[in-house]
């Protein structure tokens, strides 16, 4: 079963920039959809950007201009470069594999926009 573990997150001023890592490890993702998701706290996970196995990709309207998310299929691992960080981008940020019917989640990371 595959199982993914995020890193990268941190602390960053409003403005910075932060590049998280999503490692997948005991199967190979190039057959995943997989997608980067954000839970605020107190607030529901939701979908930040998605990439597909073909490498289309999609972003939430709140994100898009200042996040791009991509997938090293040899390295087995997605990222997601966020520039021009606001506080409201705050939260725990997960990734996501999808293969047919199945769902697999990392453990998430945190990310902190403050002053």
């Known amino acids: 079963q595959v199982q993914f573990v995020e890193s990268g997150g941190g602390l960053v001023q409003p403005g910075g920039s932060l590049r998280l890592s999503c490692a997948a490890s005991g199967s190979i993702i190039s057959n995943y959809a997989m997608g980067w998701y954000r839970q605020a706290p107190g607030k529901q996970r939701d979908l930040v950007a998605a990439?597909?196995?073909?490498?289309?990709?999609n972003y939430a309207d709140s994100v898009k201009g200042r996040f791009t998310i991509s997938r090293d299929n040899a390295k087995n691992t997605m990222y997601l470069q966020m520039n021009s960080l606001k506080p409201e981008d705050t939260g725990v940020y997960y990734c996501?594999?999808?293969?047919?019917?199945?769902?697999?989640w990392g453990q998430g990371t945190q990310v902190t926009v403050s002053s």
């Open positions: 990439i597909t196995s073909g490498g289309t990709t």
């Open positions: 996501k594999g999808i293969l047919g019917y199945s769902n697999y």
